[in-house]
């Protein structure tokens, strides 16, 4: 029996121990939300702690991972550092719970850290010991929001993969559009990516217009589906502000320091669009993205080590 089908048993037991019993509703599976952009600098970190902070306004209970492992950019907005990330509990014993950084409004966020890159070389019980662990965090939230490193690197690849609902940030700038193009270019490529079984969401960021931001859109769309036969929706705007800048200075998110904002109105927006559209989103809890990464990355290494 090899690693992946190690794992596959393993994710259909914990599955099995969360079955409802008698007259206990089982709770449904976190909601994975995968927010990633073809460029840094566009937008995407602000993109995910603010409709975290709003789906936390609309009762939801929220947790952000930060897969972005060079950057610091959840910290820095949050104004906390967090004391544990996920190589702590992968190899260090911790908890789920000691890995929880609260930041504003009790929004949860986990530093991924290097723990990612980790997973193909995990041992059988490390690997049951996370998976039991994520069943965990599946029972703590109602939405986590997965915020990747930008552009085509293989860490950013891997969480778009294996994600159901995906949330593309663009801005009008040339390279951005571009930039995101040869994301979904990348990703169509991937081995595992399912067109059929991915929702990609477009946001147009830093635009003068609502009119401005479905012209974006449309020239993506129109060139993505021709050549990829990818077809991402409009999700909506959130429009060039220069409150965005003053709440970054101080290290708050702006649906926070500025809440009546045009930006912090746009946020409040796509949240909402997003909660009105939950019950149509296939759900697969943070569990099943691992557990895709996971095999993914162990025929890799397994691919790799009969190519030698």
């Not at 306004?57 to 996920?86: C, S």
């Not at 950084?101 to 949860?108: D, F, H, L, Q, R």
């Not at 593309?168 to 040869?182: F, G, K």
Request: with cysteine.
């Amino acid at each position: 029996m090899d690693q992946a089908e190690q794992l596959r048993n393993i994710i259909k037991a914990n599955n099995a121990m969360n079955q409802p019993t008698g007259n206990v509703p089982k709770r449904p599976l976190a909601r994975v939300i995968t927010v990633t952009s073809g460029k840094g600098g566009v937008g995407k970190s602000n993109t995910a702690i603010n409709l975290a902070i709003q789906f936390r306004k609309m009762g939801q209970k929220v947790i952000i991972l930060d897969a972005d492992f060079g950057l610091a950019n959840i910290e820095i907005m949050f104004g906390a550092v967090p004391k544990h990330n996920l190589c702590d509990l992968i190899y260090q014993g911790k908890n789920i719970k000691d890995i929880i950084t609260w930041g504003p409004m009790e929004v949860g966020f986990i530093s991924g850290g290097s723990g990612i890159q980790e997973l193909a070389r995990m041992t059988k019980e490390q690997v049951i010991y996370l998976t039991q662990k994520l069943v965990e965090l599946d029972s703590m939230a109602d939405v986590i929001i997965v915020d990747t490193g930008a552009g085509i690197a293989d860490n950013v690849l891997e969480f778009v993969t294996a994600s159901s609902e995906v949330l593309l940030v663009a801005t009008p700038e040339p390279t951005s559009i571009t930039d995101a193009y040869a994301l979904l270019k990348a990703l169509n490529r991937r081995a595992g990516f399912s067109r059929e079984r991915t929702s990609i969401k477009m946001i147009s960021n830093r635009v003068g217009s609502e009119a401005e931001g479905r012209s974006l859109y449309e020239k993506m769309s129109v060139v993505v589906d021709k050549f990829l036969n990818i077809q991402p929706e409009f999700l909506g705007i959130i429009p060039q502000d220069d409150s965005i800048s003053k709440a970054v200075m101080v290290q708050k998110p702006i649906t926070i320091a500025y809440p009546n904002s045009q930006a912090a109105k746009a946020m409040q927006l796509i949240a909402a669009k997003l909660c009105n559209g939950a019950e149509t989103e296939v759900r697969k809890g943070i569990t099943g993205l691992f557990s895709d990464m996971i095999r993914t990355k162990f025929r890799k290494a397994r691919s790799k080590k009969e190519g030698e």
